[in-house]
């Protein structure tokens, strides 16, 4: 199963220019989530969606853009990349619904740099 | 004030000892409590979720103290395995996994 797909896994980005991050999830999740990790920070939320057509902001949504078009895809674009930018981005999928055997499924990071 | 505070660490423990993870939640309003493991350069990984009566799942033992706003995580007979960084989560939202608060993680090396 591949359960939730980043690509890429790496990427090195001059400042100022814009790119797109991936997440596919094939669980038929309606949730997903874009988060981003640094050291001693912690994951902070970016932005989330609870369904096609439905996102919203996350705690830092500054300088990010996201979209639901279909269930499986979740894009994270930078529309002008910045140094402060540079982190190790997760997107992270789940159900709603499970109770308290809920579980938010992750993908392999990108790990990102702005020059 | 983080709205998840958790020791830092590392704990550096031998093979076979018991060592506890504590973490403190700032919003009250908190509804689902997990923790989540993190091996190094990984992605995050659900351990166990955290019910309010506590709960067991082989060596691991999680309590949650609504009152205090406080979760813990109980290794015992620790194996090198287990080496990783625990971290605890919180949301707002009952019943799912979504829109999570994550603490910064404890780092837990386990060592022969």
């Known amino acids: ?10 990427q090195v980005l001059k400042t100022g220019q814009s790119m797109t991050l991936q997440c596919a999830q094939d669980m038929n999740h309606e949730y997903m989530s874009w988060y981003r990790q640094d050291p001693g920070m912690g994951l902070r939320l970016i932005h989330y969606s609870v369904g096609a057509g439905i996102t919203d902001q996350g705690e830092v949504p500054n300088g990010y853009n996201v ?13 002008s990349a910045a140094p402060s930018q540079t982190s190790v981005y997760f997107c992270a999928s789940s159900s709603p619904g499970q109770g308290l055997n809920t579980e938010a499924f992750f ?3 990108t790990r990102l740099t702005v020059v | ?25 700032s919003n009250s309003a908190s509804q689902s409590f997990f923790w989540y493991r993190q091996d190094c350069r990984k992605e995050p990984k659900l351990l166990m979720s955290v019910y309010s009566s506590g709960n067991e799942d082989g060596r691991f033992t999680a309590q949650l103290n609504r009152a205090s706003q406080y979760i813990s995580l109980l290794i015992r007979d620790s ?34």
């Open chain 2, 1 to 25: 004030r983080k709205e998840v505070e958790q020791d830092p660490g590392p704990f550096n423990v031998p093979e076979g000892a018991t060592v506890a993870f504590n973490c403190t939640y």
């Open chain 1, 1 to 10: 199963n591949a359960g939730v797909t980043q690509t890429p896994k790496f």
């Open chain 1, 67 to 79: 979209s639901r078009s279909t269930t499986e895809d979740f894009p994270l674009r930078l529309l």
């Open chain 2, 79 to 112: 194996k090198l395995s287990d080496s990783a960084t625990y971290l605890c989560v919180v949301t707002a939202w009952p019943g799912t996994a979504s829109k999570l608060t994550f603490g910064t993680g404890t780092r837990l090396q386990v060592t022969l």
């Open chain 1, 107 to 109: 993908g392999q990071g």
